[in-house]
């Protein structure tokens, strides 16, 4: 996808939205220092433009009862693109796997999953994951505790690129 333009104000609106994506309009017009039609419609147009993928809730994991995250590494036995698109495909049909990155490094895949309990992943890792066809293998990294999750993507390197 090719890179967007976008100004301070842009980068403003994102950087709001990121830190509370349920301002209203208004609200976020203070924000940026804009009258509310303006605003909207800079809004509207980073939508359109992808720069805005969605709004979401952020969940609290423990407190829904999924207390356990594992980050998991791959590595495939032969790399091709058929093969790696079909791992992948499967992957993202885990409700499971809330995350999922092709890699470079020691592993081709590493992808994040979330599950209640170490029982639960068990038959996660058995049942699904150690059958995917084209895995040789799977290492399984469990997280301690997590000090950040799901943070503000870093917009102040880019803002004066404009």
Same mark, same amino acid.
């Given at each position: 996808?090719?890179?967007?333009? /976008? ?57 829904? #009862? ?13 790399? %091709?693109?058929?093969?790696?698109? #079909?791992?992948?495909?499967?992957? /993202? ?5 809330? %995350? ?6 020691? %592993?081709?895949?590493?992808? *994040?999953?979330?599950?209640? %309990? ?15 066809? #084209?895995? *040789? ?26």
């Amino acid at each position: 996808m090719p890179k967007t333009s /976008l100004d301070s104000i842009d980068f403003e609106i994102l950087k709001n939205l990121q830190q509370d994506g349920r301002l209203t309009n208004v609200e976020l017009a203070t924000k940026v220092a804009l009258s509310p039609s303006p605003c909207l419609r800079r809004v509207k147009n980073l939508e359109e433009a992808g720069v805005i993928d969605g709004y979401q809730a952020s969940v609290n994991r423990r407190s829904v #009862g999924l207390g356990m995250t594992v980050f998991v590494e791959m590595r495939m036995n032969k790399q %091709s693109r058929a093969k790696a698109d #079909g791992i992948l495909e499967r992957l /993202l049909s885990q409700p499971e796997v809330v %995350s999922c990155h092709l890699v470079s490094g020691q %592993s081709d895949i590493l992808a *994040e999953v979330v599950v209640p %309990s170490l029982d639960i992943y068990d038959h996660f890792l058995t049942d699904f994951l150690m059958s995917l066809d #084209g895995v *040789e293998d799977v290492r399984s990294n469990f997280a301690i505790r997590t000090v950040k999750a799901n943070g503000p993507l870093p917009l102040h390197h880019l803002e004066n690129n404009d």
